[in-house]
């Protein structure tokens, strides 16, 4: 490792900590869910849920679908289930360094699954600000 390598990962870590950000979960949640889409449908599987079936990954999608408190997710599963940019996206959205973005990342989306595939069995679609011309 160079040393500007050493400096810029002391750097981020000493902002990180200096801004609670390895904590914060405000708008962290709102930026997943704009990533991961519509809430899963019996007939409509989600990205997320495509993703997981190509990756060999879809039993721990329907685990943490089903099951409260799961364990966090690991950081090669998080690397399986998103792309590059979405990781990059979800990291500038929300301000955090990648680091911070992955570990709140891994704590989130089990819960995060969880949650949305419990709304979905209810029928209910969060209010979306995103414009739909863009996608």
Sequence with gaps: MTISRNVTDMTTRIGDFLTGAQGDRSG??????DILGPLPAPDEPSMLEHRAEEAGMLPLIRTWQ?????PHADESTIHALFRPTELEHFSTQTGLSEQAAMKILREMLPSAIRHRALNARAGWQPETTADPNLH
């Design 66 to 70: 089903e099951h409260d408190k799961a």
């Design 28 to 33: 962290a949640l709102s930026v997943l869910n």
